[in-house]
């Protein structure tokens, strides 16, 4: 029988490789973000802080990414930051040791300091992997499905404490977290093995040296615009949890669960849509032609705050499900977008600048989404996500316009 291993790439391997690490670093993130705001909830924390705590650590998650990817194309240390970020998740496990909610938030937000210097050097490598060998969307796509495999699993090892324990107090939260320091070593176990192995092999391909330092054009900016009002209005889960159990309209358990559900939702996704972005990209004979499919984000968008701030559960599970769906295509488009926009020499420095204004986003919307909760003013966090929403739309008119010139 012929040996059909010798048909897997060398770009296939390191993208496999690469979603295996970020699998095992999304069971242990993305079990605590699962309950992080329920958690804070029992210590007695409002929605206004919870969502401000949230906010804080995306902008630090994504605003940080601009120094770190100003550093990595500098220094052209990919394998130091990924270290020292993935080393970083040691926090999470750290939060089952106490119930000070001021030292949780010091952890959460150094949980997401550790994410933001070790993406650009993971992106950057693996957009150069993918670059006219697997396709740019295929590549991300597929390492996004094994990284949500791990968001699907992370939360479900809370789920599996609180249907054990037959409780959801603090106690089991506690245990919930401490037990996160099983897939942690195995992380950094398996970080320790492909950094050898990618080394000692040379799987990862070399960037092309006859490439020359570039600017970012304007078409990067445009997009950048549209992206931050396209984020500005979503919804985070930190909102949508805090407002399941605020309501008591689902279990501890089951609003893991639920958030366990949307991280299926965004695998299959992004596996998807990152066929038919690179579709779309030979279809149109444009680099840039994937950036189409983004005018889904705004419309979605604008359905998740309806569903999932509904009081029905039916709503609620399909909110989740269009929350997933979302989270499918921004980590699948938004992220291959930018290595078409964005010269190889300047992609560290495109993504820190991208994710800045990503995290900004986040932060201002999650923090007033949380204050308008607090002020029990559902519809006014319905009308903002929607204006946000719109003036997306509008921006992404203009992008559509800039990508066909480009390629006229």
Not at 129 to 146: C, P
Not at 322 to 348: C, H, L, N, W, Y
Not at 379 to 404: N, Q
Request: with cysteine.
């Amino acid at each position: 029988m012929r040996n059909t291993s010798k048909r897997v790439s060398p770009a296939v391997t390191v993208i496999i490789m690469f979603g295996v690490i970020s699998l095992l670093g999304d069971v242990v993130y993305e079990a605590a973000r699962g309950g992080n705001s329920q958690y804070l909830n029992l210590l007695g924390i409002s929605a206004s802080q919870v969502g401000l705590v949230f906010g804080l650590g995306e902008f630090l998650g994504y605003g940080i990414r601009l120094v770190s990817g100003l550093l990595i194309d500098k220094s052209k240390k990919h394998w130091l930051f990924m270290f020292i970020g993935y080393g970083m998740l040691l926090v999470v496990p750290l939060m089952g040791l106490t119930a000070d909610w001021n030292i949780l938030v010091v952890l959460i937000l150094a949980e997401r300091i550790g994410k933001a210097l070790r993406s650009p050097a993971k992106d950057t490598i693996l957009s150069e992997v993918a670059d006219k060998q697997v396709g740019i969307g295929f590549a991300f796509g597929l390492q996004e499905a094994l990284d949500q495999i791990g968001a699907f699993l992370g939360p479900l090892l809370f789920t599996l404490v609180f249907f054990l324990a037959g409780k959801n107090g603090i106690a089991q939260y506690q245990a919930g977290y401490r037990l996160l320091v099983v897939p942690y070593v195995a992380l950094i176990v398996f970080l320790t093995f492909v950094y050898i192995r990618v080394s000692a092999n040379r799987l990862a391909v070399p960037p092309d040296r006859r490439r020359h330092p570039q600017r970012l054009q304007p078409i990067f900016w445009m997009y950048t615009a549209f992206t931050f009002f396209c984020t500005l209005g979503f919804v985070n889960f930190s909102t949508i949890g805090y407002h399941l159990k605020a309501e008591d309209l689902l279990s501890d358990g089951n609003i893991t669960l639920l958030y366990s559900l949307a991280m299926i939702v965004d695998a299959a996704t992004a596996l998807a849509v990152g066929k038919i972005y690179d579709f779309a990209k030979e279809k149109l004979s444009r680099k840039a032609g994937g950036l189409l499919l983004l005018i889904v984000l705004p419309t979605l968008s604008c359905l998740l705050p309806i569903l999932a701030l509904s009081r029905k559960p039916s709503l609620i599970v399909a909110g989740m499900v269009v929350f997933g769906m979302i989270m499918g295509v921004q980590e699948t488009v938004m992220r291959s977008a930018i290595a078409d926009v964005t010269p190889f020499d300047k992609r560290g420095t495109g993504y820190g600048v991208f994710n800045t204004s990503y995290g900004l986003a986040l932060m201002c919307g999650a923090g007033l989404m949380g204050w308008l909760y607090d002020k029990d003013l559902i519809w006014a966090i319905i009308v903002f996500s929607v204006a946000a929403e719109v003036i997306a739309a509008v921006l992404y008119g203009r992008l559509d316009v800039m990508v066909r010139k480009a390629n006229a």
